[in-house]
């Protein structure tokens, strides 16, 4: 059974930074694509990365245009959790973050319930 439980959303200032993270149960990261997803009030859902490990090393990450340069992802094996760093934060960051087993929204397996991140001054 895929759990997945987000943590660290808040309220920062433009330029801030915060770090997220995606705490797995229940089975292990290792091998399946993680997706990190966010939705703006108003807007769709929108994918924000994607990781995935082999053997405890991390084998492929993708960015969104909009993610790259500022936010990094990593994956804590020890953990089993897969976190996100995020730096330079602006007010269009603003959303409820999900991660999600599966890197596309249409064939995910399981979601978390979401963090809120409001990047305001």
């Known amino acids: 059974q895929f759990q997945l439980v987000e943590s660290g959303g808040g309220l920062v200032q433009p330029g801030g930074s915060l770090r997220l993270s995606c705490a797995a149960s229940?089975?292990?990261?290792?091998?399946?694509?993680i997706g990190w997803f966010r939705q703006a009030p108003g807007k769709e859902r929108e994918a924000v990365l994607c990781?995935?490990?082999?053997?405890?090393?991390?084998?492929?990450?993708d960015y969104s245009d909009s993610a790259k340069g500022r936010f990094t992802a990593s994956i804590n094996n020890a953990e089993n959790s897969v976190d996100l760093q995020m730096t330079l934060l602006k007010p269009e960051d603003t959303g409820v973050y999900y991660c999600?087993?599966?890197?596309?929204?249409?064939?995910?397996?399981?979601w978390g319930q979401g963090t809120q991140v409001t990047v305001q001054g």
């Open positions: 999600a087993v599966g890197c596309s929204e249409y064939a995910v397996l399981s």
């Open positions: 229940g089975f292990t990261l290792d091998g399946y694509g």
């Open positions: 990781i995935s490990s082999s053997g405890g090393v991390i084998d492929y990450v």
